[in-house]
C-alpha cells in the first residue's frame, strides 16, 4: 500500500491513556466482592501491544504518575513486548492513574464498567514533553477519540502530534471508538470531523456511523462516504452479534480501493473477557497491513485475533502470529478438525 512508509524504526506508534483494571474474580459482581484482580489497559494500548505480540515494532505514548502504580503499568507495557521510550513520566502532587472496575456479566446480567479516571496524568501531557524525533520514528500513528474526549490538554496535543505525523509522511490510524460517557455526541461529532480529512485508516461502528456521526443510507454507502467525503483511504466496520454476554458472533466489513471485503463470521464464540476484543481486531488489521499482505489477509487477522480476545481475561490480545493462522486455517477448513493442538 503506498501510502506506509516501507521502513522506520517502529512499525507502529500509538498514543493514548494506560489505565489500572480492578476486576472481581470469576463472574462476581462489583459490588460484592471483597477482592480485585489488578490489571491494566486502555484501548491504544491494547492495540499496540497486540500488533507487536504479532511481530512488529511498537510503542506508546502516554503518562504515567512516577509512583508504585505508574511502575506497575510501566512494565506491563513492556510485558506486552510494546517499547517505553515515549513514556512521559509525572512527578507533580497531584499525580494519578487512572482507574476501571469491570464486572464480567452472565445473562440476564449484563457487563459492567465504572470509572474512575478525571484528571489522570495523561490529562497533563503537553506536546513539549514528547522528542521531537518522534514523528520521523513510525510507519502508523494510531489514536482513538478516546484521547480527544479526556481535556483540552490532551486534545490539542493529540491533534498536533495528529497533524505533525502527517506531515512527516506517516499514515493515520484512527478508532472513533465513540464513549457516550466521556462527551457529547454533538462535542465528539464536531471534534472527529475537524480530524478525519488527515485520516487514512478509518475504524468506525456501523452504530456509531448512524447515532453519533448522523449518517443515513446502507453500511456499505456509509462506509464509503468516509472516503468520499474526508479521503480516508481504508474503513473497517466491525460486525459483532450479541448471542448472550457468553456468546458472540463476530466479523467485520472493509472498503478499500473502491471494493468491500468481507469473510464468514467467527460463529458462537465463547466469551470470557470481551474487554478489547474491538482493539485487538484492530491490532490485526494494522498487523496485516504493515505486514504487506493484502487486505483480505488484514481483515482475516483482524478478525481472528479479535475472536481469541473474547476467550482470554484481561484486556490485553497475547496471541503470536502462528496460533492466529491456526485459527485462521480452522476458520476456512471443511470438514473433520483435530480437537487439540499437540
Avoid at 277 to 291: E, H, N, Q
Avoid at 315 to 329: H, R
Amino acid at each position: 500500500m503506498d501510502f506506509i512508509k516501507e521502513s522506520a524504526e517502529f512499525d507502529l506508534i500509538s498514543f493514548g491513556e494506560v489505565m489500572l483494571r480492578l476486576s472481581p474474580p470469576d463472574k462476581d459482581k462489583i459490588s460484592q466482592s471483597e477482592i480485585f484482580e489488578k490489571n491494566c489497559g486502555g484501548s491504544e494500548f491494547n492495540v499496540a501491544s497486540g500488533a507487536a505480540n504479532l511481530g512488529i515494532r511498537s510503542a506508546i505514548v502516554t503518562k504515567l504518575p512516577k509512583n508504585k502504580l505508574g511502575h506497575f503499568v510501566a512494565r506491563r507495557i513492556r510485558y506486552g513486548s510494546v517499547s517505553d521510550d515515549y513514556v512521559v513520566w509525572d512527578t507533580s502532587d497531584d499525580k494519578r492513574l487512572g482507574i476501571y472496575y469491570y464486572e464480567s456479566g452472565v445473562y440476564p446480567r449484563k457487563s459492567a464498567v465504572v470509572y474512575d479516571r478525571a484528571n489522570a496524568s495523561v490529562c497533563s501531557l503537553y506536546l513539549s514533553e514528547i522528542p521531537r524525533d518522534i514523528y520521523e520514528k513510525t510507519r502508523i500513528f494510531h489514536i482513538s477519540s478516546i484521547s480527544l474526549a479526556l481535556g483540552q490538554t490532551l486534545r490539542e496535543t493529540a491533534i498536533e502530534m495528529i497533524k505533525r505525523m502527517k506531515e512527516h509522511g506517516v499514515a493515520i490510524s484512527f478508532d472513533v471508538n465513540y464513549r457516550a460517557t466521556l462527551w457529547s455526541e454533538e462535542e465528539a461529532r464536531g471534534v472527529i470531523k475537524e480530524i478525519l480529512p488527515l485520516v487514512d485508516i478509518l475504524f468506525v461502528s456501523e452504530e456509531t456511523s448512524r447515532r453519533m456521526m448522523q449518517k443515513e443510507g446502507t453500511l456499505d454507502e456509509i462506509m464509503k462516504s468516509y472516503s468520499d467525503e474526508y479521503g480516508c483511504k481504508i474503513v473497517a466496520t466491525t460486525r459483532r452479534e450479541v448471542v448472550s454476554p457468553t456468546k458472540h458472533n463476530f466479523g467485520s466489513r472493509i472498503y478499500f480501493d473502491g471494493n468491500f471485503y468481507e469473510e464468514p463470521h467467527y460463529k458462537n464464540i465463547e466469551v470470557i473477557d470481551r474487554v478489547g476484543s474491538g482493539d485487538a481486531y484492530v491490532a490485526g488489521v494494522l498487523y496485516g497491513i504493515l505486514s504487506g499482505g493484502s487486505i483480505e489477509d488484514a481483515m482475516s487477522y483482524g478478525n481472528a485475533l479479535s475472536a481469541i480476545k473474547n476467550t482470554v481475561s484481561g484486556d490485553m490480545s497475547i496471541s503470536s502470529i502462528d496460533e492466529v493462522l491456526s485459527v485462521i486455517n480452522s476458520h476456512k477448513a471443511t470438514g473433520i478438525q483435530d480437537e487439540m493442538v499437540r
